[in-house]
């Protein structure tokens, strides 16, 4: 029985990252990658996603949630009413006090890893299966999405492995890493930046104001380097 590896992608600086993780790992023939549509008001994130496994020449799955999501009312999803903050992470946080950012989708991580994990099983009935989540410790700082915490991938990774009958594991080795840390390590494994999306918006260009516009820029600038993508 051979271990087989499934990214949840979504063409982000993050999840390329364990993409590059996985084929050093696990060998780039045992790695497969998967993006969730859960009517998210742009297209780019999936389109990249694509991209990014044709890059690498690896199988890649798309799944349909948002059905699921169409009661929220999340900027970014297409059927809101609401407008996408142009302001950090930490600006956000403070104003409110929450903890929770506007652009939390609820329970989206718990909702794909889910999904993910029967995918899994299901083309992989034979194999043992890690599945690699690119959430890292900014996202979870100061409760801004409490699904990428490692309280949240511990416990929902157990549930994976105890429902799979101890065949899917979840991997989440970004979740202790700053976003600048993340992108050390994948420039390190000569991570293909240049084809990855960020930004909240989908025009033809970043918006650059937008919470992980905002972010992407501080990483790449902490690891003096340009942002490929620009």
């Keep these: 029985m051979s271990k087989k590896a499934l990214v949840l992608s979504s063409g982000g600086v993050d999840s390329t990252t364990c993409i590059s993780i996985a084929i050093d790992e696990l060998g780039i023939k045992n790695v497969s990658t998967v ?10 994130e999936l389109e990249c996603a ?13 799944l349909d949630l948002s059905a699921i ?33 506007s652009t939390y989708v609820p329970f989206r991580n ?5 999904a993910v994990a029967s995918l899994a099983v299901s083309i992989y009935p034979h194999d043992m299966v890690d599945i690699y989540l690119g959430a890292h ?13 490692e309280e949240f991938t511990q416990a929902i990774g157990q549930a994976i492995n105890i429902g799979t009958y101890e065949k899917v594991s979840l991997r989440a080795p970004l979740v202790n890493l700053s976003k600048a ?11 293909p930046y240049e084809l990855t ?6 025009g033809e ?23 490929p993508a620009l």
């Design 35 to 44: 993006s969730v549509f859960y009517g998210q008001k742009h297209s780019k």
């Design 50 to 62: 694509k991209k990014i496994a044709e890059y690498y020449g690896v199988k890649h799955y798309e």
């Design 69 to 101: 999501f169409k009661y929220s009312n999340c900027p970014l999803l297409s059927q809101s009413t609401e407008k996408i903050v142009h302001e950090s992470y930490a600006e956000q946080i403070a104003k409110d006090e929450e903890g929770m950012v």
């Design 110 to 114: 718990g909702l794909m890893l889910s």
């Design 137 to 149: 410790a900014d996202d979870s700082a100061g409760r801004a999405y409490a699904d990428c915490s």
């Design 181 to 191: 840390e993340v992108v050390r390590e994948g420039l390190e494994l000569g991570t």
């Design 197 to 202: 999306w960020s930004c909240y918006e989908g």
């Design 205 to 227: 260009t970043p918006c650059g104001t937008c919470a992980t516009c905002i972010d992407r820029a501080i990483a790449f600038k902490l690891n003096n380097i340009s942002d």
